[in-house]
């Protein structure tokens, strides 16, 4: 299937490893000239290195961390133009909710909403005006089915998730499209953090497995293609199967 996307550009954030990485690589693939921003330089330029290979070009890259106001100014003078904003960053610490600090909450909600949120802001209106734009935020599992110990991610990216429900609605008639990605059980260096937490949690996909990150990123391809117009607000779990509600 051609998704149409070919010539496109795009602003991946978390994109040195894991899913943002996947979704970057996913996106070159389909012929869009993506930028890769995350916070270590080193990082950045390897796996720019690695996506020259794949995809033909070496990515541009912007070495900026968003949980600082400082990151956050050097990601926004850059977001004005792409037709493709995929955000995400590092998940919150795992931690018990009577364990978490004023600094934890305050470092979770700049890194894991407003980021997001601010981002969102500054490229949607250029988006509006070329009548093209596809918006991905990587949220998490936890939006759907909460998970001891993971509080903090929770809350943030439902924040973010609530944020996304109305705002989704008011650019859909401009092909601009924002849906959220809720990631479980890819097997990633997050996941491998989360240790016993992951572990217990991959023994429960009905799938059997964990999940590979070029799964996780061919679905954001596809949200970000224009095939995908006609989805829009949208909580799209990647998760094997692990969360078990109907709806
Ligand atoms: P990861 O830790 O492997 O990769 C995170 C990426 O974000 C890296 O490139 C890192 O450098 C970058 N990053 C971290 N903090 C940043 C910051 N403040 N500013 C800029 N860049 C930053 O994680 P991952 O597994 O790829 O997960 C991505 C997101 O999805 C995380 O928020 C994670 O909590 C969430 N998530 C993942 C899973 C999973 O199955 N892997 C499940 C639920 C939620």
């Given at each position: 299937m051609d998704l149409?996307?070919?010539?496109?550009?795009?602003?991946?954030?978390?994109a040195s490893q894991g899913l943002g990485y996947a979704c970057a690589v996913a996106l070159a693939q389909e012929g869009v000239r993506v930028t890769l921003l995350s916070r270590r330089r080193a990082a950045l330029e390897s796996a720019a290195r690695?996506?020259?290979?794949?995809?033909?070009?070496?990515?541009?890259?912007?070495?900026?961390?968003?949980?600082?106001?400082?990151?956050?100014?050097?990601?926004l003078a850059n977001a004005d133009t792409p037709d493709i904003l995929v955000t995400n960053a590092g998940?919150?610490?795992?931690?018990?909710?009577?364990?978490?600090?004023?600094?934890?909450?305050?470092?979770?909600?700049?890194?894991n909403f407003l980021a997001s949120v601010e981002l969102i802001r500054s490229c949607v209106d250029g988006m509006i005006g070329r009548g093209f734009g596809r918006i991905v935020n990587i949220t998490s599992l936890t939006?759907?089915?909460?998970?001891?110990?993971?509080?903090?991610?929770?809350?943030?990216?439902?924040?973010?998730?609530?944020?996304?429900?109305?705002?989704?609605?008011?650019?859909?008639?401009?092909?601009?499209?924002?849906?959220?990605?809720?990631?479980?059980?890819?097997?990633?260096?997050?996941?491998?953090?989360?240790?016993?937490?992951?572990?217990?949690?991959i023994a429960m996909v009905p799938a059997g497995r964990g999940g590979l990150p070029e799964e996780f990123g061919a679905a954001c391809a596809f949200l970000c293609s224009t095939r995908?117009?006609?989805i829009t607000g949208q909580n799209l779990l990647v998760d094997g199967g692990l969360c078990p509600f109907t709806v």
């Open positions: 149409g996307i070919a010539g496109r550009t795009a602003l991946v954030c978390g690695r996506i020259e290979t794949e995809g033909g070009y070496r990515p541009d890259i912007i070495a900026c961390d968003l949980a600082t106001h400082e990151g956050l100014t050097m990601a998940g919150p610490p795992a931690k018990h909710f009577r364990e978490l600090s004023p600094a934890d909450w305050d470092s979770a909600i700049r890194t939006v759907r089915m909460p998970v001891e110990g993971l509080d903090l991610s929770t809350a943030t990216r439902l924040a973010l998730t609530g944020y996304v429900a109305g705002v989704s609605r008011q650019t859909a008639k401009h092909n601009v499209t924002i849906n959220n990605l809720l990631p479980g059980t890819v097997l990633t260096e997050r996941i491998k953090e989360l240790g016993e937490t992951a572990n217990r949690l995908a117009s006609y």
